[in-house]
Structure formats: structure tokens, C-alpha cells
């Protein structure tokens, strides 16, 4: 309790909050360092994985990738970086950007490998090109994967950057950092609080971006997918569509049935 | 990299052979104690955090299976977890549990739990309805079926959970290093802070070693503990 109250007290100081080493100097360098890092990474990500998922592969490569930098500790990289002579802000945003990768570039293949075989032959039916065919039909049917793999990215990066206060970053992650060097325990804790608050409003913002991003005809759907927690791996796109349509084709069968005796 | 190693070749041009700042064998033979020391504190930090996160989660998924109105609050409670950086949990921990091993390992937990609970429950749902609906047709109790249906049908998405899970936890570890006890993370900060490049490079091949191996380990148990999968049957590909 006794931490608790220090805390309190840390996050009440105002000189706690002003200056260069300040709170929101140091919040801002946060949120200025993951936009950085989610931009570079999507920069690279969603072209590679759109065109991966396009020409329907690389669905093993992402998992590869993604099972690659998963084992490489974000430390390590951070540590790897900092020992060849890069630090700071440069350093932190290079390896927030590599970790943001696979989300991005799985989102991009999953969501493109996921519309539907018979939508996109029908939009080479209608005459479109292959860029009108990705612009007009393609993407916007996989935005919502699209945006989710971004946004899985965006909080990652905003978690991640913390770490960096430990090779000698700026961010949030700094007064936790510093906290334990001089052994302020109150100090540790509402570093931490700032922290935590930081990435859930962050995550928050992003999910009613989403929302509000997500044409609402695709809400309904994307609410039925999630309730089947996350099933974009087992690749849906596939299986559930033609699960569906006989049982249409049978009720109908019987309604022209029942229909001809009865005329 | 290519510049740092020229850069530091040239400052040894005086000894005869310009050692590799990055790798050498020399500082493996002769810190091996502390080397060893932190791997298996790594190790056996590993799984005794999978062991417990498996303990939980097992229990969790089977209760949000069962009774579905359950599986929101859970599944939201364990995302909003894992969505605390490490450090932060870390840290709010450390006041508490103090520093050293119980605090790095309810926060290793604590991550573990979301990606299992994830993994099992999707596995799951992924029950066949009407394979479900057989096997209560004849006869199975709830517990039975769960038991005996749908957890051997959920084998191969629980052993690519478990796999995922030991990955993370393999890398979370070395956060622990802000409470003094990051296995092969402490090599790493240590060797950063002494700007020794081969202890950065060492510590961080053994972690990747660490992971590689462990999943290798859980891909072929799950292999053996599932040998309808390998046939082709279920055409189950984790």
C-alpha cells in the first residue's frame, strides 16, 4: 500500500510531468516511435503480403516468419543493434518494426486469400482489370483482416517500445527503467500504470477504428468470426460458403416440391 | 554489422589474429559456469511457466466451452492482460513479489494464459457438430464427451497452442532481466553494458537455440500423441 501511495504521489508532482525527461516528453517520444516503427512495417508489410495472398501463397512463409521472429527475443534484437553501434530512437524503431512484420504481412495474405474464388471471377466476368479488380472488389472485402493484422501490429509496437528504455531509449518505459536504478519503487509503479494506461487506450482507439472503418454489411460477419475466435488460420474461406449453399439448394428443392403437387 | 566489425579489426590490428568481436569460442570455454547457470534459469523458468499456464488454462477453456456465456469475460479478461507490456507487469509486480523468480514467473504466466486458453478453446470449437452430436446420442455424459471426443479432436490446435506459448516464453523471458532474473537475458544485458559483443551474440543464438529446440520437442510429442493426424484422415494440418 505504502508503494501505492508513492505512486500516487510521483504521478501528482507536476515537475514529474514537465521537462525533457518529463512524462509527456517522454509519452510523445512513445507514440512518435510506434508510428514510426507500425508505418515502416506496414510500408513493407501489406505490399508484400497483398501480393503474396493475391497469387493465393505464402501462407508458409508468413507462419515462418512469424514463428522465426517470435523466438528472437525483442531484447536481443534491441541488445544485437545497440552493440553494432546503433541506439536510441533509430534503433528502437528498426527492431519494433521487424516484430510488427508477420501481423502485417499475415493480415494482408490472409485477408486477400479469404475472399471468396467465385466473387473474384465474377468481377473478371464484369470486365474489370486486374488493378480495378484489387482496388474495387479485392481489397475492400479484405480490409477488415487487413486492419486487424494492422492493429494486432500498432499494440504490439506500443508494448514493445517500453523495452527499449533498457538499451537506452526514450519512451514510458523510461520511468519504470530508471525506477528500478534508483530503487524508487513508487516511482517503478506509476511508470508501469502510464505504461499500462498507454497501451490500452491505444488498443481501444484502434478497435473503434476498426469498427468504424468496417462497411457495416461486413459487420454482422466479422461479429459471427469473432465469436468463432479467430479462425483465419484454419482458412474459413473455403469450407464455410460451400457449407452453405446446398442447405439453401435442398430447402429449396423441397419447396418446389411440396409446391407441385400442391399447383 | 559489417562496419562495427571492420571498425574494432583495425583497433586490433596489433594482435596477430584480429579476434571476431562477435564470436568466440574463448568467451564460451571460459565463462561456461555463468553460461550454463543462465540457461538452465531459463529452461526451467520456461516450463515451470508453461506447467502452470497449462494447469490454468486447461480448466478455463473447458469451463468457457462448456458453458459459452462464459467465454467472452474470459477470453477479454486474458486479452486485456496480455495487452500490459512485460516490463510494465514486471514492474507493478515487483513492489509486491519482489524481485527474482516469483515475479518474472506469474508475469511469463500470466502471458502464457491468453495464448493457451486461445488455443485450447479454439480447438474446441473446432469439434465437428455433428460428431458431438453422435457421440451424445450415444449416450456420453458432458464430461465424457469433453473428455473423450472433443479433447482428442482438439489435440492438434492444443499442440500448436503449446508450441506458440513456449516460443513467447522462451523470448519473454529475458525481460525478466529488469528484476534481476532473465536467464540468458542477464548475458545479454551484461554483455551489452560491457559493450562485449560476443556475450550479446552468445546469449542470443542460446535463446534462439533454446526455442528451436523446445518447439522441435512439442512438434514431435504432438506428433506422437496423435497418430490418426499423420495419416491424412483428419486432414488436420496444425
Not at chain 1, 219 to 238: E, I, L, T, V
Not at chain 2, 14 to 22: A, I, K
Request: hydrophobic residues 50%.
Amino acid at each position: 500500500m505504502d508503494v501505492l501511495t508513492e505512486a500516487f504521489r510521483w504521478l501528482n508532482d507536476p515537475l514529474n510531468w514537465t521537462g525533457p525527461s518529463g512524462v509527456l516528453a517522454l509519452g510523445w517520444a512513445h507514440v512518435w516511435i510506434s508510428v514510426a516503427a507500425t508505418a515502416l512495417a506496414a510500408a513493407v508489410g501489406l505490399p508484400a503480403g497483398i501480393w503474396l495472398g493475391r497469387r493465393g501463397r505464402g501462407q508458409t512463409l508468413g507462419v515462418a516468419v512469424s514463428n522465426t521472429t517470435r523466438a528472437l527475443p525483442t531484447l536481443a534484437l534491441l541488445a544485437l543493434l545497440a552493440a553494432s553501434g546503433t541506439f536510441g530512437s533509430t534503433a528502437t524503431i528498426l527492431a519494433c518494426a521487424v516484430f510488427a512484420l508477420p501481423p502485417m504481412l499475415s493480415g494482408a495474405v490472409d485477408g486477400l486469400n479469404a475472399v471468396d474464388p467465385q466473387v473474384r471471377d465474377a468481377a473478371r466476368g464484369a470486365g474489370l482489370s486486374s488493378a480495378g479488380r484489387l482496388w474495387r472488389v479485392e481489397m475492400p472485402l479484405a480490409l477488415p483482416v487487413i486492419a486487424a493484422g494492422v492493429r494486432t501490429a500498432a499494440v504490439q509496437v506500443v508494448a514493445t517500445v517500453p523495452l527499449a528504455a533498457l538499451v537506452g531509449g526514450h519512451s514510458l518505459g523510461t520511468v519504470v527503467v530508471t525506477g528500478f536504478g534508483t530503487q524508487r519503487y513508487g516511482q517503478v509503479v506509476a511508470g508501469a500504470l502510464l505504461v499500462a494506461a498507454l497501451c490500452l487506450a491505444i488498443e481501444g482507439l484502434l478497435a473503434l477504428a476498426q469498427r468504424a472503418l468496417t462497411p457495416r454489411g461486413l459487420r454482422a460477419r466479422d461479429r459471427d468470426k469473432s465469436s468463432h475466435s479467430k479462425p483465419s488460420d484454419d482458412s474459413p474461406s473455403g469450407r464455410r460458403p460451400p457449407a452453405r449453399r446446398p442447405r439453401v439448394r435442398v430447402r429449396r428443392l423441397h419447396d418446389s416440391q411440396t409446391e407441385v403437387p400442391a399447383g | 554489422m559489417a562496419c562495427g566489425c571492420s571498425r574494432v579489426a583495425s583497433e586490433d590490428v596489433r594482435d596477430d589474429l584480429p579476434p571476431n568481436p562477435w564470436f568466440s569460442t574463448d568467451y564460451l570455454v571460459r565463462s561456461w559456469p555463468d553460461v550454463s547457470q543462465a540457461l538452465s534459469q531459463h529452461v526451467s523458468l520456461t516450463v515451470q511457466a508453461v506447467l502452470v499456464a497449462a494447469a490454468i488454462s486447461f480448466p478455463l477453456a473447458f469451463l468457457a466451452h462448456r458453458w459459452p456465456r462464459w467465454a467472452p469475460p474470459v477470453l477479454s479478461t486474458t486479452a486485456v492482460l496480455y495487452t500490459v507490456p512485460s516490463l510494465a507487469l514486471f514492474a507493478l509486480l515487483a513492489p509486491w513479489t519482489g524481485i527474482g523468480r516469483t515475479t518474472v514467473l506469474i508475469g511469463l504466466v500470466v502471458y502464457a494464459l491468453m495464448l493457451l486458453t486461445r488455443g485450447i478453446l479454439t480447438g474446441l470449437r473446432a469439434t465437428d457438430p455433428e460428431v458431438a452430436d453422435a457421440a451424445r446420442g450415444m449416450g456420453y455424459s458432458p464430461t465424457a464427451l469433453l473428455l473423450r471426443v472433443e479433447l482428442p479432436q482438439a489435440l492438434p490446435a492444443v499442440f500448436s497452442a503449446l508450441r506458440l506459448t513456449t516460443v513467447s516464453t522462451v523470448a519473454l523471458v529475458t525481460v525478466g532481466v529488469v528484476v534481476g532474473y532473465g536467464g540468458l537475458g542477464q548475458l545479454l544485458f551484461r554483455g551489452l553494458r560491457a559493450n562485449y559483443r560476443a556475450e550479446v551474440m552468445t546469449a542470443t543464438l542460446l535463446a534462439l537455440a533454446v526455442a528451436l529446440v523446445a518447439d522441435l520437442l512439442l512438434a514431435v510429442v504432438g506428433r506422437l500423441v496423435t497418430p490418426w493426424a499423420r495419416r491424412g484422415v483428419g486432414a488436420w494440418t496444425s
